[in-house]
């Protein structure tokens, strides 16, 4: 019984532990575009790389994770500005592409119709049409005005400032205000 005890205690040790990474681990680029890692003695073919506070420290705190596997965490970078170059510019790349948030820049037109809104946009990356769930919590406020709207296809929209729009742009939004 105190053996089986003491498994459990080492599994539940192992899970809360933390591993702080630092700029002396190394991270490299695969030819197929995506990280392979190195610590503790142990390679890791590709990995995942998760930002813990996306939205109030982007840069702090970035999980590195086993890919697949459930995504066990591997340590955690405290402030990616403290890693190389080389380093920061690999993660970087994949933060992006796990954390494309296009930047609505202005409102062209939100429709209304059985229980969906649909948007018409203009963002930092283009025009964009896309639906969202009315249903749903998909428009987040982080701030007073600040939103985060995301679309029935998971993908994330930011509406930095709600003040800076228009009147009639905020007229449009009042339903998710």
Do not use: W
Not at 21 to 40: H, L, M, N, Q, R
Not at 153 to 172: G, H, P, T, W, Y
């Amino acid at each position: 019984m105190e053996d089986t005890i003491n498994i459990y205690e080492k599994k539940a040790e192992e899970m809360t532990a933390i591993h702080m990474i630092s700029k002396d681990d190394k991270f490299a680029e695969t030819e197929g575009g995506f990280v392979s890692f190195d610590y503790d003695g142990v390679h890791y073919d590709r990995i995942k790389v998760v930002r813990l506070f996306p939205f109030s420290d982007a840069n702090k705190f970035i999980s590195i994770r086993e890919y697949g596997n459930g995504d066990k965490e591997i340590g955690i970078i405290e402030d990616l500005s403290e890693m190389t170059e080389e380093t920061q510019k690999i993660l970087k790349k994949q933060l992006d592409l796990c954390y494309f948030t296009p930047v609505i820049e202005k409102i062209m037109s939100i429709k209304d119709e059985y229980g969906y809104a649909y948007f018409h946009v203009m963002t930092d990356r283009g025009e964009c049409k896309f639906t969202i769930n009315m249903g749903s919590n998909a428009v987040t406020k982080l701030s007073d005005t600040r939103l985060i709207i995301m679309d029935v296809d998971e993908n994330r929209f930011e509406i930095r400032d709600v003040e800076a729009l228009s009147q009639k742009e905020k007229r449009m939004l009042d339903m998710f205000l």
